[in-house]
Each structure stands twice: as structure tokens, then as C-alpha cells.
């Protein structure tokens, strides 16, 4: 009873595990990924709970997230889903996209290709080039564009709003985020950072066939920080 008291607390509070459905993160995180999500990083709000507390508004505690995090929050669309991407925009920012490259108030983020991505989800152009995006504050992350050119892109200039956030997806060509339907976050539905990747499994393997866990673990994954 106290082992059960004990991992609530900490899945509560502490961290809290999700696993990865799509590939709008990829090169990042795959599907099948496992990660752990510090619930403590931001503060907290009533969507840091798994029992939201109707009297808690806004955040306590709260801390600025930093550009580069990779971030759990809720859909502004639907609170019941969550997503994750990757922190571009700060209240009170200006973003926009050129040519791919992500322009900050005005000013390019460095953008240098450096590797290829191999997807094996792919039937045709399975090898993607990869790209190193370094934010002004020295984070560093690996993204694919998989249509270079393509209408996402370039996009007009997006402005933060305060207590807002702007957010993209690493596989830029094939996500969901803040230049679309997900639009700005508002800091109260953050609900973590996103910290580990704890397993990996390929093949679409369900985590609870542990005889699977042999054949189809990405052992290569297992503790990669994000």
C-alpha cells in the first residue's frame, strides 16, 4: 500500500510517464518512445493534476520555460489531449518562418544541415536530411525537413501574446503546432517538461509484451536526455 501511495505521489507531483503516438517530434522522439515529464519545471496548474482542482487558477510556483524545451501541454482545443513539441516563442516574441529558417524578432536562428535521418516508416524517401537549429541561448536540437520549400515553410509573423507560448514540432513538415490548429498555448495548460526517454520499443510493440522487449528494444535510446 505504501509503494502504491508512494508512486502516486510522485506521478502526481514529481514525474510523470508518457509515450510518444506520432512522429511530429521526429528526429527527437519516435513512436514507441517512453519518456518521463518533470511536473515540477513550470509550477503547477489545475492540468498538472490528474483530478483537475477547479479552484487552482493560473500557475503557482511558476518558472519560465526556456526556448529549446521540449514540452507536454494540453490542446487549447481539447484539454483532454495532450501534445508535445518543442518551446520556440516566448511571451511577447515575434516568430516567424523563412525559407525554414525560424526567425526570432527579426533575427535568423542558425540553421546548418548536419546528417540525414533514416525512416523506415517510409515506403519512398526514406533518407531525410537533418537539420541543427541553435536557439540564442546555446540549446541545440536536431530537426528534419522532409518538403523543403514546402507551404509551411514560410509563414507570416506570429506574435506572442503574454502569458502565451509558440510551439513547433522537430519533424517541421508533418506537425501539428502553434502555426496551425494548435495556435498559442496559454502558460496555465503546460503541464511538464519532457526530461528522458526511459524506453523505446519498434514495431509498434504495446510496452506490456515484455517478451517482445528483446527483439524490438531501441537499446541505442534507453536514458537519451532531451
Not at 518533470?38 to 511558476?62: Q, T
Not at 524545451?69 to 495532450?82: I, S, W
Not at 529558417?101 to 524517401?125: A, L
Not at 509563414?155 to 501574446?161: A, D, H, L
Request: without cysteine.
Amino acid at each position: 500500500m505504501q509503494a502504491i501511495l508512494l508512486a502516486m505521489v510522485l506521478r502526481t507531483f514529481l514525474f510523470q510517464p508518457f509515450s510518444i503516438p506520432s512522429g511530429s517530434m521526429k528526429p527527437t522522439l519516435l513512436v514507441g518512445d517512453y519518456i518521463f515529464v518533470s511536473k515540477y519545471s513550470y509550477g503547477y496548474s489545475k492540468y498538472s493534476f490528474p483530478f483537475r482542482l477547479p479552484f487552482l487558477s493560473g500557475r503557482i510556483w511558476e518558472r519560465i520555460p526556456e526556448r529549446g524545451d521540449v514540452v507536454v501541454f494540453k490542446f487549447p482545443v481539447d484539454t483532454n489531449k495532450d501534445y508535445i513539441k518543442r518551446l520556440i516563442g516566448l511571451p511577447g516574441d515575434k516568430i516567424q518562418m523563412i525559407d525554414s529558417v525560424i526567425h526570432i524578432n527579426g533575427i535568423p536562428v542558425r540553421r546548418v544541415e548536419n546528417g540525414i535521418f533514416f525512416d523506415k516508416t517510409r515506403f519512398y524517401q526514406p533518407i531525410i536530411p537533418e537539420f541543427e537549429e541553435s536557439m540564442p541561448n546555446g540549446r541545440s536540437y536536431k530537426t528534419i525537413d522532409l518538403f523543403p520549400g514546402d507551404v509551411s515553410d514560410t509563414t507570416g509573423i506570429f506574435e506572442v501574446p503574454e502569458g502565451h507560448y509558440f510551439f513547433l514540432g522537430d519533424n517541421r513538415d508533418n506537425s501539428s503546432d502553434s502555426r496551425y490548429d494548435v495556435g498559442m498555448v496559454p502558460a496555465e495548460l503546460l503541464v511538464g517538461k519532457a526530461q528522458v526517454i526511459f524506453l523505446s520499443l519498434d514495431n509498434d510493440v504495446a510496452a506490456w509484451k515484455l517478451w517482445r522487449w528483446p527483439k524490438d528494444m531501441r537499446w541505442n535510446r534507453i536514458f537519451t536526455f532531451l
